[in-house]
């Protein structure tokens, strides 16, 4: 069976060191919805004259949110269509909460659950602090505003999102990512997608 898996959770919680280190071990199309729309997104902003690193605008919402968030929809459709697992990483917060979206992608591409084993892991950690100083050693432009803007866009990081899509509860591992990603941590995940 082809694999489609979402890789969920806040900003600094590590859902591409996570999904990262089971790509090394599945051969998927990796679709970080940062990466898909980041420069985009950036460029917009910029054009609006607001900070190119703020996800949190009332600007973003309404106009660049869905546009990012859908390119990387029919990005992860068209790799299903030709046969490729897809490893999914975003919040993805919305889509899991409409159970239609599921349906809907997998009609697009041509696609039933018979062939297609989708899977969420939800990543999480134990405390606040270590969200901050993940965030603060990944060093990326984007995350320039939630550091200087903390107190606002602190999050708790143990947040298990709403998933109202048709699959098996056992489809969906709650991931704790506190502490070193060791090896038995891998391989327990890799074994959860597997299966």
Do not use: H
């Not at 900070?51 to 949190?56: K, V």
């Not at 903390?150 to 699959?167: A, S």
């Amino acid at each position: 069976m082809q694999k489609l898996v979402y890789f969920v959770g806040v900003a600094g919680t590590g859902k591409t060191t996570v999904a990262a280190k089971a790509a090394a071990k599945i051969p998927n199309a990796f679709l970080d919805r940062d990466t898909v729309g980041g420069r985009f997104v950036e460029k917009f902003l910029e054009q609006q004259g607001l900070d190119p690193d703020d996800r949190d605008s009332q600007f973003y919402k309404d106009n660049l949110r869905d546009l990012e968030y859908d390119t990387t929809l029919d990005i992860c459709i068209e790799n299903l269509r030709v046969g490729q697992n897809v490893f999914m990483i975003s919040p993805f917060t919305s889509e899991l909460k409409n159970k239609q979206y599921l349906e809907n992608l997998l009609k697009e591409a041509g696609k039933t659950k018979v062939e297609v084993d989708v899977k969420v892991v939800v990543v999480t950690l134990q405390d606040i602090e270590q969200q901050r100083k993940r965030i603060e050693q990944r060093g990326t432009d984007r995350d320039t505003w939630k550091l200087e803007n903390w107190d606002q866009y602190e999050t708790r990081v143990n947040f298990v999102p709403e998933i109202n899509w048709d699959i098996p509860e056992e489809n969906i591992l709650v991931f704790d990512n506190s502490g070193p990603l060791t090896k038995e941590k891998v391989t327990n995940l890799i074994t959860f997608i597997e299966k």
